[in-house]
């Protein structure tokens, strides 16, 4: 596994530190506010998993694209998308990012490289293929990931995927985010085969821990590195932890998921890396903290003012 | 909590029994249940497979411990192969029920079901059956959008070799299932999830009801109001919410579909309504129409109409969700219009 | 060699151009070819993908000696992640055509083509387009049985999101072909094998025919016969040579329908027939049938009628496959039968 | 590779061969019949191919199941399909497998463990795994065999078929013909990893020479008592040759295929052992061929006199 924070640079640490918090106040927001039904929406929250979306996106612009699945607020607030308007989504309001029409698991902001996400899983995976096999077409300068958790990789559409990226070196970055478990569901009960060693015969693969920011954005560096440079795909996959049960606002409860919310924490080991190198005092994180508050409270007052949508729009853009 | 709350449509509980059978009254879902563990008890080639069959949630309660656990399998997110997988379990003697946690997830499967599964009797002239029954639940969900909330039941119906059918209550949801289980054909059954915690009387026997039979759920006189499933619930409520005098037909099986049922009630009433929650553009509500159209126009003394979901996906936003599923009232005031001549 | 059999289906010439048009008279085939060629030449985010979309048979020679090789794309055997490959294109920037070499093959994509791309516009709210076209060939073949057989036209139409369009002669093709790449919503654009050594003016600039604009191919006042692709030409060829007075509309599009032109003509003529080369139950010819039933019952003096395959999967014996299609005879047979009021 | 004639004995080398020649002789038939139109369905020819089927069928019982797709001919008549059942489903008549119903790429016959085929890559394969799972959960002395060619290994159903299989102990035997061929794609265009190095993440694998039925032979014959002593999965991997186009009746000039008919033939490396251990003499070997003519001449007269279809039988048994 990539690992080693070594070089982490506190420019560096406090950005992807202000990523992380950003993910985990967001979501931790949700969890009283959900069963109140003013989100009408199912929600897939990200705690304990922020380090993949933080250390894969840093290395994204705004024209790199980001395909994902029904675990969307991770990675659409790691990749850019506005606050106010994901909080809106979530409260069915017409300011959303999709202007109400997708809730939680179909966000949308081509502004920031994000062309819309699947709430059907394994699918998704083609599409970041085919947005790299766009950008090989056209030349451009501009990477495409394709990003997946582990229950994704038991779909035919994985493996098609992966064969086909392999054989036409079609450079997307599969970044596969294994957090052990498909729903309820055990890795060891959906997965039989190491996923890592069926994609080491298609592409080079990274792995990274998924619970360390660092660990991430190494990785992610190199396998953007190497893609750039060959032209092919690259294969990263990140470890880490779900917290939370799949769906809803509940502490997740299955033995085979124990977890540490200490040692697994990726919020708590880069601060504790940070510090240890005296990278930011406890000032600069409590203020952090603070300034994403002050923005939640921002979204939700945006959110709660902003209108519902009216049936008359039932059928325009269809 | 949100996820439960779809199971709170409460209304009139309909009744469909005998007055001299056994009256117990339990709820859809117990229904299922109970419909499950008995096909299974009664036939060990019997078995159930499908993501998330055998997980603690038991497929919304429906099948929470069964009799024969050890013949309920789990699988990976792999709905086509596992689909096959029925598939070469039912050639080889078994009589498989697959089980979808939403109807979304088949599409997936198509090439099994309607390549495969469809035409697999008929392309072996009968010489190997296919005892299959595909499971899935729709409906409306909470805020889910366009990906998880779709109906399918006239897409399936489409295909030559599949029978189609939607329960729409608990006495309905058993007979209908272990009709389905005992058939030597592919059957998709479809069950909205928002009937799951009604209620209503269902024998503690084996019973099926028959395959190809609709049934009348209410007489009248000015209308013949075709619906199936939830549909029928909503129907039923529209018609004593507002005391209309409409005949209230389930067809239960869009296909094989009960044409004579439907044609002898427009014979009487004069009129046709098609209430289905599906996609309009040839649909099973097309059908219908069309079925009354070329054989029973003589009867009609106004146009036929269909009520469906608009032409579009479902949206997320639960103001638009609601906005796109008919319901009674908007059933009534369609039925109206039509008696009032507009 | 039976493989190119097909093509010799040979009819009347279409001509649909007006009289100023360049007559120059070359085949279906070509037309596909030559439209397909000049998309690519004319946009350079138009590609090619699919299965054999690069081998040396060129599609069914509609795709042999394109300019931009380099923009086609072959695939191997995996048609669901393809579809999705497709789509990622699309979404970022391209106009991808998608090849099938047989519309069956498209049921392995139906998670891609009815949950994905059906519905992305949508659930985006158009903050991206889908600019997809996806080309299939259908048509019976040689024996070759219920798996490469079918049309499904109607399956796609059924689903909101989804334009179709079949298009029954090289003018035709040329130009529906041009207009669904033009468009930024996914098409399903179904050619028919038969159609493809068919010849008939086709102007050598591009050009487009109207979205969701049917045709009037021949006027008539007894009956409105509507038909799409070969069943065109089969209704063409009834109609010269039993000399019938029937108003033969081409929709086109399966959807976005015409209705208007459909209703229009009902109302001149009182009568309708749909043929319909697909599935009878939920299908097009349903959805036509079941739409001027509701729109356009004052007009009709007799019942409206559909004509399709009948509802079976079809079988492999070329006695049977015969039988299995209508053809002009059957289709000139039905219409007497409706204008004697039988 | 296994391989290793030494154990061949008279009498298995005799059966092999017979029906080796049963297959090759029913195809060289069809190749001057097939122009005169009186067959009315595509062929795939397994002219070339004819070890796989005949090594591994050998092993089968006729309650032992096989799955096969649109490349029929071989395994179906090494299964045991009588010939005239054949012959007359080719001929579309009604005295054929399938009453003329299915067509060369449908052929059914319960009586021999084949309980049909499909035209369609890739779904097949699932089958055999779902039958593999029935003689499991009924605990039946049965062999379940899904057959299937390196295309369709491009499929996302072979995956999702290799992993169920591994997850729940499936005892299935997957077996790829591997001639090298997806239609007229070569291998290294369309698959890119190593198919029996994917599948060894998943089972166990043996390899063969599949132009040598004692290899295939050999290889299958463990593969299935691994399956029966483990109650696992197995995979087979032959790599073959087609000799012919992938359908119809030419000879394949594909310049990625090149077949020499002397070496590449599996009837002449069978022959050769033979006589090199004396295990037949030429004599045995034109009598096998012979009768096999006869049987055709018979075969192809049943066809010719069946009735074909009527009408009215069209909507029956739907
Ligand atoms: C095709 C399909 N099958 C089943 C589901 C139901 N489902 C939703 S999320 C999920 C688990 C996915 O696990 P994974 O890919 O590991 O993502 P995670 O939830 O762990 O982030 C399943 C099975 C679905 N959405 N789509
Ligand atoms: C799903 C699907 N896609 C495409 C085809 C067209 N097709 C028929 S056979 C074939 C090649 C299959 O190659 P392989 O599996 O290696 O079998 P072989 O013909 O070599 O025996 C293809 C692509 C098909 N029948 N089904
Ligand atoms: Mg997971
Ligand atoms: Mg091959």
Partial sequence: ?318 | MPWSRFDQTSTATLDALPASANRRVISFKDAMREAIDQAMNNDPRVFAIGLDADDKFGVFGSMLNLSHPERVIGTPVSENAMTGVALGAALNGMRPIYIHLRVDFMLLAMDQIANYIAKWRYMTRGKVKVPIVIRTVIGRGWGCGAQHSQTLGGMFAHFPGLKVVMPSDPYEAKGLFLAAVKDDWPVIFIEHRWLYKNTGAVPEEMYVLPVGKGRVVCPGKQLTLVATSLAVVDSLNAISKHELDVELIDPRWLKPLDEDLILNSVRKTGRLLVIDYDFPACGFAAEVCAMVAEKGSQFLKSPVQRMTFPDCPMPASGVLEKAYYPNADKIAERIRGILNGS
């Fill in chain 1, 1 to 318: 596994m990539v690992g080693d924070t070594a070089n982490l640079t506190r420019e560096l640490g406090l950005r992807l530190l202000r990523k992380l918090r950003e993910i985990r106040q967001f979501e931790e927001r949700i969890i009283p506010l959900y069963p109140t039904d003013v989100m009408v929406t199912p929600v897939h929250l990200h705690i304990g998993q922020e380090a993949v979306p933080v250390g894969v996106c840093d290395h994204l612009r705004p024209k790199d694209l980001l395909f994902f699945g029904h675990r969307t607020h991770g990675p659409a607030l790691a990749k850019g998308l506005d606050m106010n308007r994901l909080m809106a989504e979530l409260f069915g309001r017409t300011t959303g990012c999709a202007n109400s029409f997708g809730g939680s698991m179909h966000l949308v902001d081509p502004d920031n490289g994000m062309l819309g996400s699947s709430a059907l899983v394994g699918g998704g995976i083609a599409l970041g293929v085919g947005a790299a096999l766009a950008a090989k077409l056209e030349k451009r300068d501009q990477f495409c990931v394709s990003w997946f958790g582990d229950g994704a990789v038991d779909s035919g559409a994985f493996w098609e995927s992966l064969n086909f990226a392999a054989l036409k070196a079609v450079p997307v970055m599969f970044v596969c985010e294994d957090n052990g478990l498909s729903n309820v569901m055990e890795k060891k009960d959906h997965m039989f085969a190491d996923i890592t060693e069926v994609a080491g015969h298609f592409m080079e693969v990274w792995r990274a821990d998924g619970t360390d920011v660092h660990s991430v954005w190494s990785a992610a560096g190199q396998a953007l590195r190497h893609i750039r440079e060959s032209g092919k795909p690259a294969f990263l996959w990140c470890r880490t932890k779900r917290w939370m049960k799949h769906q809803g606002v509940e502490t997740d409860d299955l033995e085979c998921n124990p977890v540490d919310r200490e040692k697994d924490c990726p919020i708590k080991k880069l601060e504790k890396a940070m510090k240890a190198r005296n990278l930011a005092s406890d000032k600069e994180l409590d203020e952090i903290t603070q300034g994403i508050e002050a923005q939640l409270n921002a979204a939700l007052e945006f959110a709660k003012k902003s209108p519902f949508p009216t049936e008359d729009l039932l059928m325009t853009e269809v």
